[in-house]
């Protein structure tokens, strides 16, 4: 496995000349596709994962196997100190880093009627603060004259509100908020900018025919795929004219208002708070 200092070196690229991108939770699901996509680009990348180090080892050695570099950077995004430093870590491993995509996330059922300050917590922990800092350093890090870009993923839900997933909606709508104060405060170094799925991928306790018929809850009758946002990640990389916006990539599901939580219009029950209905990137 490639780490901090064991660099892949199966390639001709060199780090004077190669972009670098820093991705979150990339060792599986999302994270993943946007780092292969970015690579394909041309991109070399810093794989962050928490838990899933396997994971994590495939997507380099597949990153590797394009023709880039890249490296696994292991942290646990709700402790302040080794977020802050994933952004040295990476430009230490693969050098100037221009790029850094905000995709892991926690994702996990509460209401306002379960809401707890301990669950809203966890989530601004790892869905906002986390987001911030990593910004911040990569600001920190750009030479002057440089501009670099950093991509936050949100929701859709944040266009079409509904209760559900209480705690991790509203971490969500302030990465929201922080990503228009960003753009404003740290540019011309920085652009920072949103990046808005529907339901990707399946969610939660959905099977596969829930996630199915939920994924067809759009006008172009299907919602985003993983190519979908990771090909976002890429225009919005290289976007050099965008700043403090968010691009949905949903096939229109945010136009469709809905009760709950396109994740649970299958179902025929509303959903209850559970204590283990969860979603995290890693």
């Given at each position: 496995?490639?780490?901090?200092?064991?660099?892949?070196?199966?390639n001709n690229?060199?780090?004077?000349t190669?972009?670098?991108?820093?991705?979150?939770g990339?060792g599986?699901?999302?994270?993943?596709?946007?780092?292969?996509?970015?690579?394909?680009?041309?991109w070399?990348?810093?794989?962050?994962?928490?838990?899933?180090?396997?994971?994590?080892?495939?997507?380099?050695?597949?990153i590797?196997?394009?023709?880039?570099?890249?490296?696994?950077?292991?942290?646990d995004?709700?402790?302040?100190?080794?977020?802050?430093?994933?952004?040295?870590r990476a430009i230490?491993a693969?050098?100037?880093?221009?790029?850094?995509v905000?995709?892991?996330?926690?994702?996990?059922f509460d209401s306002?009627?379960?809401?707890?300050t301990?669950?809203l917590?966890l989530?601004?922990?790892?869905?906002?603060?986390?987001?911030?800092?990593?910004?911040?350093?990569?600001h920190?890090?750009?030479?002057?004259?440089?501009?670099?870009?950093?991509?936050?993923?949100?929701d859709?839900?944040?266009?079409?509100?509904?209760?559900?997933?209480?705690?991790?909606?509203?971490?969500?709508?302030?990465?929201e908020?922080?990503?228009?104060?960003?753009?404003?405060?740290?540019?011309?170094?920085?652009?920072?900018?949103?990046?808005s799925?529907?339901?990707t991928?399946?969610?939660?306790?959905?099977?596969?025919?829930?996630?199915a018929?939920?994924?067809?809850?759009?006008?172009?009758?299907?919602?985003?795929?993983?190519?979908?946002?990771?090909?976002?990640?890429c225009?919005?990389?290289?976007?050099?004219?965008?700043?403090?916006?968010?691009?949905?990539?949903d096939?229109?599901?945010?136009?469709?208002p809905?009760?709950?939580?396109?994740?649970?219009?299958?179902?025929?029950?509303?959903p209850?708070?559970?204590?283990?209905p969860?979603?995290?990137?890693?």
């Amino acid at each position: 496995m490639k780490t901090d200092n064991n660099l892949a070196a199966e390639n001709n690229a060199t780090q004077t000349t190669a972009r670098v991108a820093l991705v979150t939770g990339a060792g599986k699901r999302l994270g993943q596709a946007i780092a292969l996509a970015l690579a394909r680009q041309g991109w070399d990348i810093a794989v962050h994962f928490r838990h899933s180090q396997p994971e994590a080892e495939e997507t380099v050695a597949a990153i590797i196997a394009l023709g880039r570099r890249a490296c696994a950077l292991q942290a646990d995004l709700s402790d302040e100190e080794q977020t802050k430093s994933l952004v040295p870590r990476a430009i230490a491993a693969l050098g100037s880093l221009s790029c850094v995509v905000n995709n892991a996330s926690l994702f996990e059922f509460d209401s306002a009627s379960s809401f707890t300050t301990q669950h809203l917590d966890l989530h601004m922990h790892a869905n906002l603060a986390a987001p911030v800092l990593l910004a911040q350093a990569l600001h920190a890090a750009t030479p002057d004259g440089a501009q670099s870009v950093v991509i936050n993923l949100l929701d859709q839900k944040l266009a079409n509100m509904n209760p559900d997933y209480f705690s991790y909606t509203l971490s969500k709508a302030a990465l929201e908020c922080a990503t228009v104060m960003m753009a404003q405060s740290l540019a011309p170094k920085l652009r920072v900018v949103g990046l808005s799925p529907g339901i990707t991928m399946i969610s939660g306790q959905q099977n596969e025919e829930e996630f199915a018929r939920a994924h067809r809850v759009a006008p172009l009758g299907y919602s985003s795929r993983p190519h979908d946002i990771a090909e976002a990640a890429c225009y919005l990389a290289q976007a050099s004219a965008i700043t403090g916006t968010t691009l949905i990539v949903d096939g229109g599901q945010h136009l469709i208002p809905l009760q709950h939580d396109v994740a649970f219009v299958t179902k025929t029950v509303a959903p209850t708070f559970a204590p283990n209905p969860t979603k995290t990137t890693p």
